[in-house]
């Protein structure tokens, strides 16, 4: 199986979808290498970054289902190999 190494970012405007996030997070643990979040109280918005090693499937699947959610943004940013 090829994997690449990506980032997901993902910015949080809608605190009510933050369940819905980490569930579909968890459901995709096995590929995810490390997450940071950062909330930024002035903006009332957070912050998060998951980096994951996956098929370029999963990465594309997780990031559009991320990018449903109400409120939320995601984009991902790949690795050259």
């Known amino acids: 199986m090829n994997t690449r190494v990506?980032?997901?970012?993902i910015i949080v405007e809608n605190p009510e979808s933050t369940g819905a996030l980490n569930r579909l997070l968890h459901d995709y643990s096995e590929y995810i290498i490390g997450r940071m979040g950062i909330p930024y109280r002035e903006k009332g918005i957070n912050i998060i970054c998951v980096a994951v090693d996956a098929p370029q499937d999963a990465i594309n699947t997780l990031?559009?289902?991320?990018?449903r959610l109400n409120g939320i943004s995601a984009k991902a940013a790949y690795s050259k190999s």
Do not use: D, E, R
């Open 6 to 9: 990506a980032v997901i970012s």
């Open 63 to 67: 990031t559009g289902l991320l990018g």
